[in-house]
């Protein structure tokens, strides 16, 4: 059975600084692997989707990698901002049954 | 503007009471799926359906109960059974792209609380 874990569950950083969250699994026979933001009281919104045949993905600030073979991803923000406070969770798709299993998230915290 | 609707936002259900969560979409979606989120912790797989009439368990469907008859709506009822359903439930949609590129919309979720 499919396990993500997140690391770490929460941090705090300065605005501005670079930081990279990180993500888990244990099976590696996956379709893709998305990240997904979610603000408090909220659904979820995808960042960052990476097929299994890719490396890499990025989105302005946002640079996401897939090592499917190590089963690991990171999530780098750029020179980050309050407003990039939330939670961040990853998820991958895998299964004959195509479901996605999610990570328990880290929580953002960007200090002005 | 397509997008999921859940309602209600904030549901209170007492002891032994049957409550419904209702899912809509209007992204032609043929898939559906429900998830149960706790404090801390990542999504959980309640039910899905891939196609209206068919609908399957998830990891943790003991309590709950759906229905899939129209394309657009996939409600969730939370029964007496369920011991625990104070929770913030997500409805998503999906559809099956291929190539990997499968992703999954989001509603804005349902809060319960047993009172």
């Known amino acids: 059975k499919q396990e993500v874990t997140q690391i770490p569950a929460a941090l705090s950083v300065p605005e501005g600084e670079n930081l990279v969250l990180n993500c888990s699994f244990t099976?590696?026979?996956?379709?893709?692997l998305q990240w997904f933001r979610q603000d408090p009281g909220k659904g979820l919104t995808s960042l960052l989707l990476?097929?299994?045949?890719?490396r890499e993905q990025t989105s302005g600030r946002l640079n996401a990698s897939l090592d499917k073979s190590s089963g690991r991803s990171t999530l780098y923000i750029a020179a980050s901002q309050p407003g990039d406070s939330a939670t961040y969770l990853c998820?991958?798709?895998?299964?004959?049954?195509?479901?996605?299993?999610f990570g328990s998230g880290t929580q953002l915290t960007v200090l002005p | 503007d397509g997008g999921i609707t859940q309602s209600p936002k904030y549901l209170f259900r007492k002891e032994g009471q049957n409550v419904t969560l209702s899912c809509e979409q209007n992204l032609n979606h043929d898939a559906m799926y429900w998830y149960r989120q706790d404090p801390g912790q990542g999504l959980r797989l309640i039910y899905y359906?891939?196609?209206?009439?068919?609908?399957q368990k998830g990891d943790i469907a003991e309590g709950y109960s759906v229905s899939r008859e129209k394309k657009e709506s996939f409600p969730l009822t939370v029964t007496s059974a369920q011991k625990n359903p104070t929770a913030f439930y997500l409805c998503a949609s999906s559809t099956e792209q291929g190539w990997g590129l499968d992703t999954q919309y989001f509603g804005p979720g349902t809060r319960l609380t047993v009172l």
């Open positions: 990476i097929q299994s045949s890719q």
């Open positions: 998820a991958v798709l895998s299964g004959s049954a195509r479901q996605l299993t």
């Open positions: 359906s891939q196609i209206v009439n068919d609908f």
């Open positions: 099976d590696s026979a996956i379709y893709n």
